[in-house]
């Protein structure tokens, strides 16, 4: 076994033995990352930065207690020590580590490596911000002020552990983002869009770059002549694709297995019950062809997989790494994830959305007397303990008499997650995924992906003004 890290199945059996004892887990991740990032402000390049860091994470698992150290280096003498570190936190006295024979693991081919980094000039990433930025501007006079950034990355990453197993992956990352201003008279509006893919720039065509500075400058128009929200329980619409960040934020973190395990999640306790509206079926899928939430294995060799967690408002599973798993005594969902080879693995979501549905898109806005219409939103908060969340939208729209009608802001909506599901009355055929960069934090920051069709729930609180 060759690779870019020079580090061989004897190698690992030897470093093993050094700090592993029998019985326990131990697993070495190895990581290189270079990024480059450029921003563009007031017509030139603001600022152009290129970060490479790299080092080893080595972690010991013993029961529900994890070790866990890295080095900046990839000396097997740095790793040993790093290992010690971790062992004396997970340690018991047993017999030493029994060497063993790896097996490479098996991987999806879910992105390309075509056009990365030094395959792209920096130039090239200077033009393609500059033609965001112009057709921003040529969108309309009301745009004032446009600004774009350009980030993309490639990671390396090899795994092997205790068990036998190692892999190696190359995972690539371009992002672009946009913001306009636009002014008319004393208002002032602000409005953003992206993209983001894992692929290099061969991802990233003339019409995506004019779709995402127009879309942003439309946002930022749009709020100009926006009226203020009602207010009061009333039937919401949530629109297509950006919407599915209620499905991340609302069920899909009380649907972690840490949560779960701990006992903290609403979700707790709640395996085989009906959760949600029998048209709710909620998704978590590591393998859609370069989606930023996609990954040809986890963080800890575990090939990625679609997962059902709620099927027709049954709840069926969670989102599992190896830890929370075999705890639970479940089986693995390729859901470990981390930040980088500081940090070790947790449960966490990778591609999370409400799966399409019967309903005509059309015909759910008809069905609404009066209410709420969101399209996307700027952020949120949820208490995963109880999925209370407060989601604040950036374009939304007044429905009467099932006509869209003005614009609105200056609203939030108020409720609960598990109890919204229940109040899905309506599913549409429409599902879309972002093309947005999303990123979750989560004590470490990954980049995921939403979706969603058109919904209706027959009524969420929403804070506005009230008329």
């Known amino acids: 076994m060759t690779d870019f890290f020079g580090f061989s199945p004897e190698d690992a059996n030897k470093v093993f033995k050094e700090f592993l004892k029998k019985g326990q887990f131990g697993e070495l991740y190895f990581e290189i990352s270079e990024g480059i990032?450029?921003?563009?402000?007031?017509?030139?390049?603001?600022?152009?930065?290129?970060?490479?860091?790299?080092?080893?994470?080595?972690?010991?698992?013993?029961?529900?207690?994890?070790?866990?150290?890295?080095?900046?280096?990839?000396?097997?003498?740095?790793?040993?020590?790093?290992?010690?570190?971790?062992?004396?936190?997970?340690?018991?006295?047993?017999?030493?580590?029994?060497?063993?024979?790896?097996?490479?693991?098996?991987?999806?081919?879910?992105?390309?490596?075509?056009?990365?980094?030094?395959?792209?000039?920096?130039?090239?990433?200077?033009?393609?911000?500059?033609?965001?930025?112009?057709?921003?501007?040529?969108?309309?006079?009301?745009?004032?002020?446009?600004?774009?950034?350009?980030?993309?990355?490639?990671?390396?990453?090899?795994?092997?552990?205790?068990?036998?197993?190692?892999?190696?992956?190359?995972?690539?990352?371009?992002?672009?983002?946009?913001?306009?201003?636009?002014?008319?008279?004393?208002?002032?509006?602000?409005?953003?869009?992206?993209?983001?893919?894992?692929?290099?720039?061969?991802?990233?065509?003339?019409?995506?770059?004019?779709?995402?500075?127009?879309?942003?400058?439309?946002?930022?128009?749009?709020?100009?002549?926006?009226?203020?929200?009602?207010?009061?329980?009333?039937?919401?619409?949530?629109?297509?694709?950006?919407?599915?960040?209620?499905?991340?934020?609302?069920v899909g973190h009380p649907l972690e297995a840490d949560f779960i395990r701990k006992g903290t999640s609403a979700y707790s306790k709640r395996l085989g019950e009906k959760v949600a509206s029998s048209l709710c079926t909620i998704v978590d899928d590591g393998t859609i062809p370069e989606n930023t939430g996609s990954l040809n294995f986890d963080d800890e060799l575990v090939l990625t997989q679609k997962t059902v967690l709620i099927e027709k408002g049954i709840l069926k599973g969670f989102m599992t790494d190896r830890l929370n798993a075999d705890l639970l005594s479940m089986p693995y969902s390729g859901n470990g994830r981390r930040e980088s080879f500081k940090h070790s693995p947790i449960p966490r979501m990778r591609v999370t959305y409400l799966d399409k549905g019967k309903d005509h898109p059309e015909e759910i806005v008809k069905s609404v007397k009066k209410g709420i219409m969101c399209c996307s939103f700027a952020g949120g908060q949820v208490n995963i303990s109880n999925g209370d969340f407060v989601f604040v939208p950036d374009e939304s729209y007044l429905i009467e008499n099932g006509e869209v009608k003005h614009p609105v802001k200056n609203l939030t909506l108020i409720g609960n997650g598990p109890d919204v599901l229940t109040k899905v009355d309506m599913v549409g055929y429409d599902l879309r995924f972002s093309t947005g960069n999303w990123i979750c934090g989560k004590g470490q920051s990954v980049p995921v992906g939403i979706g969603m069709p058109t919904v209706r729930v027959k009524e969420i609180t929403v804070g506005g003004v009230e008329v």
């Open 37 to 250: 990032s450029v921003i563009f402000e007031d017509d030139i390049v603001k600022s152009a930065v290129r970060i490479q860091e790299g080092g080893v994470g080595v972690r010991v698992v013993e029961g529900e207690t994890t070790g866990y150290s890295y080095c900046e280096g990839f000396d097997i003498d740095s790793i040993i020590k790093a290992g010690r570190f971790a062992s004396s936190i997970a340690s018991r006295k047993a017999s030493p580590f029994v060497s063993v024979e790896y097996k490479k693991v098996n991987k999806h081919s879910l992105y390309s490596t075509d056009l990365i980094l030094d395959n792209f000039e920096l130039n090239k990433r200077a033009n393609i911000l500059k033609e965001i930025s112009s057709f921003a501007y040529k969108y309309s006079p009301l745009i004032k002020k446009a600004n774009a950034r350009c980030t993309d990355s490639i990671t390396k990453v090899f795994i092997i552990n205790s068990t036998g197993e190692y892999g190696f992956d190359t995972r690539p990352f371009v992002s672009l983002s946009v913001s306009a201003i636009a002014e008319k008279g004393e208002k002032r509006e602000f409005g953003r869009n992206g993209f983001a893919r894992r692929g290099g720039f061969e991802l990233i065509s003339e019409e995506i770059l004019k779709r995402i500075s127009e879309e942003a400058s439309r946002k930022a128009i749009l709020n100009l002549d926006a009226k203020p929200a009602p207010a009061g329980l009333m039937p919401v619409v949530l629109k297509a694709g950006e919407s599915g960040v209620l499905i991340h934020e609302s």
